[in-house]
Nanobody, 123 residues
Framework: QVQLVESGGGLVQAGETLRLSCAASGRTFSFYGMAWFRQVPGKEREFVAGISPSDTTRYGDPVKGRFTISRDNAKNTVDLQMNRLKTEDTAVYSC?????????????????WGQGTQVTVSS
């Protein structure tokens, strides 16, 4: 079992930065593929970024070049650094984990989810 708790959401203006953090429980965190998804009301969850146990990363097209995902296996955390935020980045951001080395962009591939944190970007 893995429990995930996100933090760091909030209200910022367009162009500003925000850093989200996801704290994971469990002694086997280093073996899990981790990802961030986001969701707005009425739409499906959207893949934002993923990181494998070996630190391979993958990003959704809308955030490439602006967001950076990283993990610290010693602290059981995965962070999402979000730069040059846009109003269209407004969403609930959730951390997800799967016991697999491959990065998946499909939400259904992930077994564990955090409760989500709201990110609001104003113009």
């Amino acid at each position: 079992q893995v429990q995930l708790v996100e933090s760091g959401g909030g209200l910022v203006q367009a162009g500003e930065t925000l850093r989200l953090s996801c704290a994971a429980s469990g002694r086997t965190f280093s073996f899990y593929g981790m990802a961030w998804f986001r969701q707005v009301p009425g739409k499906e969850r959207e893949f934002v970024a993923g990181i494998s146990p070996s630190d391979t990363t993958r990003y959704g097209d809308p955030v490439k070049g602006r967001f950076t995902i990283s993990r610290d296996n010693a602290k059981n955390t995965v962070d999402l650094q979000m730069n040059r935020l846009k109003t269209e980045d407004t969403a609930v951001y959730s951390c997800a984990a799967r016991a697999n080395i491959w990065i998946e962009t499909r939400a259904e591939a992930y077994s564990y989810w955090g409760q989500g944190t709201q990110v609001t970007v104003s113009s």
